[in-house]
């Protein structure tokens, strides 16, 4: 548990000296992200502080983005950002890094035509596609991952793409044709296996949100996984 | 012996019932696939086959029944795979409500109202909801069903001034959208999503393992005048899967 000094002499407010302290900690790094702050009961039967002042200062750190509640679990220290979208602007939705964060490559490689992708995809073996993995970053922090699966034929400037960093959809989107295409998505929530929680820096079993994305009756296909409880989307 | 287990998944074949070995395979896949309690030893024939002691024939029989209902598909390799999933469609102009998902499936709805109370508003209930502190609010904490399987939890304030028979006996029965009866295209809605880990008491609730993860959300109703009217959040069983299209930007 994280511990606080609370002095109820001082000139600063009992709430400010409880924020002040949760940033310096976060500052000289001795809290790191997802350590567990005080229940409002835990610090009133500990430091005697009423639970309306925890309240207030908690709120004031979740306005700030330091601290983030999970319903039943607690509240919690943030190093990351909550991010925000919206279902229907699909782009930031799928693609983070262009807000503007860090991406960085993971693998270039040719799929198995039996991955689970390519099936939804509809298609069949024999032809040729890339499967590109990359995750972006938010102050190297993870934010999402994404796998894209792009026409092998349309991809021979991969690596141009990877080394001038834009971004594999836009990428995509670049080369097609100038008319406007569907996009289908779903989005499901799901438990966080070994891998995906070493790439977003999660525990294992921690919530994600997939966003799988086909692009014009499959001509393309995108899945962007979130950490769950980082992302949060307006739906209407 | 009488009964055969098969390891960590809870299907057990009662060799004296009065129903198949197929039926009761292909009755209890069914259910953990409902309750969202599989693993990947319930689409290997071959494994349940072995373990359970019965012929694999029985066991691509009851597979293939599972197809038939759209429980399981066959991939292109030929192997079984479970494909039931509860689909949401969302569009900007409307909404789908657990209850219309419940439908949608051609299930039977029925929602148990686990906690009924007249609230005033206070500090905790205002950061948390939005309505004004001293608002008389009525608050119903249910569970959706579908065929008697536990699909949703949810908790709705109602503010008492616009709903005043909210809590009245029929209406702890009916979904929210019929008791605000709102049109989204009249009446201002804030929804957001989230993917959490459902807390044990959901859980246990919707009859999932502890720590599963699922879809939390939460809505805002206001009146076409733009007042509060009512607060929802709900957490959805981890077979939810939202479906949209959108252009191409």
Known sequence: MIYFTINKHAETPLYQQIINQVQDKLSDRTVKHMDKLPSEKQFSEIYHVSSFVVKRAYSELRKLGLVFSVKGRGTFVSHRLVYEVDLFHSLDLIDPAIRGFDHKFLSVEKIDFTDAAYRMMGKKQGENYLKVTWVALNNQIPIAFMISLLPEAMAEDITYVIDNKKTIRQYYLDRLPQVTYEQSHTLNAANADENLAYILDIEVNDPVTIIQTVVDNGTAYFKTIYPGEYLRIKAV | ?249
């Open chain 2, 1 to 249: 012996m009488t009964n055969k287990t098969v390891g960590q998944t809870p299907i057990v074949i009662d060799r004296r019932s009065h129903d198949t070995f197929e039926e009761q395979l292909y009755s209890q896949i069914k259910n953990l696939i409902l309750r969202h309690q599989t693993d990947s030893n319930l689409t290997d024939p071959n494994f349940l086959a072995k373990a359970l002691d019965i012929s694999h024939e029985i066991v691509i029989e009851a597979f293939e029944r599972l197809v038939d209902e759209k429980y399981y598909e066959i991939d292109e390799k030929g192997k079984y795979q479970i494909s039931y999933k509860e689909l949401v469609w969302v569009s900007t102009d409307s909404l789908s409500s657990v209850a219309d998902i419940i439908h949608a499936h051609g299930q039977e709805l029925y929602i148990e109202p686990l906690k009924v109370e007249t609230l005033i508003c206070d500090q905790v209930i205002h950061e948390l909801t939005g309505f004004p502190i001293g608002a008389k609010l009525f608050f119903q904490d249910r569970v959706y069903y579908g065929d008697n399987i536990p699909k949703a939890v949810y908790r709705v304030y109602y503010l008492a001034s616009i709903f005043p028979d909210a809590n009245s006996e029929q209406n702890i029965h009916r979904p929210y959208y019929h008791i605000t009866h709102y049109d989204i295209k009249v009446s201002p809605v804030e929804r957001y999503v989230m993917s959490v880990r459902l807390p044990d008491e959901v859980n246990n609730l919707l009859n999932q393992k502890s720590g599963t993860a699922g879809f939390f959300v939460v809505e805002k109703i206001f009146t076409s005048e733009g007042i509060l009217s009512t607060y929802a959040e709900g957490y959805l069983n981890s077979n939810y899967i939202f479906q949209y299209k959108t252009k191409a930007e």
